[in-house]
């Protein structure tokens, strides 16, 4: 998937890292990841939102 985040399926979550042992530049690279990760999320929601709109258009 991505450098920093491995995704657990049975529970569909993230793993949790311990950052202690993260360089700065790690950090920074991390923080980008999930930047991006949450942008994907956020596109994803509006597509599944427009898909409810236009189910919801369509019997009324």
């Known amino acids: 998937m991505n450098e920093f ?3 657990e399926e ?4 993230f793993k949790s890292l311990n950052l202690d042992d993260f360089s700065v530049e790690d950090l ?6 999930l930047k991006n990760e949450i942008d994907r999320v ?3 929601k509006v597509k599944k939102k427009k ?10």
């Open 5 to 7: 985040l491995e995704y």
């Open 28 to 33: 920074d690279n991390y923080i980008l990841e």
């Open 51 to 60: 898909l409810i709109s236009d189910a919801e258009n369509m019997f009324k």
């Open 42 to 44: 956020n596109i994803e």
């Open 10 to 13: 049975s529970k569909k979550s």
